[in-house]
T-cell receptor, first 109, second 115 residues
Framework: GENVEQHPSTLSVQEGDSAVIKCTYSDSASNYFPWYKQELGKRPQLIIDIRSNVGEKKDQRIAVTLNKTAKHFSLHITETQPEDSAVYFCAALRFKLIFGTGTRLQVFP | EAQVTQNPRYLITVTGKKLTVTCSQN?????MSWYRQDPGLGLRQIYYSMNVEVTDKGDVPEGYKVSRKEKRNFPLILESPSPNQTSLYFC??????????????FGPGTRLTVL
């Protein structure tokens, strides 16, 4: 079955710096790759997603890149702010959504 | 308002006492799923349902049951809870995978403690 690995498990950055979170997946037929943000005590919420026929997608300060050949995708956050502090989950979908183990991002002022 | 609701939000119970966590969505979604979230392990799928009367095991189904008699409801049943089922549980729903954007909407979570 599908397996999704996510790195790093924790990431600390200074406000204004960039943050990158990487995920790899095992099922080459996976066709949809969302990223979820979970703030402390809250539910996960979708922040950006990408389909397998697209290599990159941007939404203001966040972007996702997909390398289908290598079966990995990454989340990029530029100009980080303290409110970006949260746990981020990547996921891959073929028939069902499989999540990575999460990255705790801390942005220090 | 489009949403996924879960009840109860918090529950403390004892080993062996059957319990049900309800989940309901009002978005006419076909796909519904239950996850448990534990520190360092992320979101692990317990069971999922592609449509009414269609359910399937996820990655960690042992000790859980589900049913999907109606499209909007997907209850999670613990017949004989044990302490290792202490966790944060999320219900989620979405349209089936064929859509261009298949956002999964999560409920608010149920924090379960089994003593």
């Amino acid at each position: 079955g599908e397996n999704v690995e996510q790195h790093p498990s924790t990431l600390s950055v200074q406000e204004g710096d960039s943050a990158v979170i990487k995920c790899t997946y095992s099922d080459s037929a996976s066709n949809y790759f969302p990223w979820y943000k979970q703030e402390l005590g809250k539910r996960p919420q979708l922040i950006i997603d990408i389909r397998s026929n697209v290599g990159e997608k941007k939404d203001q300060r966040i972007a996702v890149t997909l390398n289908k050949t290598a079966k990995h995708f990454s989340l990029h956050i530029t100009e980080t702010q303290p409110e970006d502090s949260a746990v981020y989950f990547c996921a891959a979908l073929r028939f069902k959504l499989i999540f990575g183990t999460g990255t705790r991002l801390q942005v220090f002022p | 308002e489009a949403q996924v609701t879960q009840n109860p939000r918090y529950l403390i119970t004892v080993t062996g006492k059957k319990l049900t966590v309800t989940c309901s969505q009002n978005m006419n979604h076909e796909y519904m799923s239950w996850y448990r979230q534990d520190p360092g392990l992320g979101l692990r799928q317990i069971y999922y349902s592609m449509n009414v009367e269609v359910t399937d095991k996820g990655d960690v189904p042992e000790g859980y049951k589900v049913s999907r008699k109606e499209k909007r409801n997907f209850p999670l049943i613990l017949e004989s809870p044990s302490p290792n089922q202490t966790s944060l549980y999320f219900c989620a729903s979405s349209f089936v995978a064929a859509r261009p954007r298949n956002e999964q909407f999560f409920g608010p979570g149920t924090r379960l403690t089994v003593l």
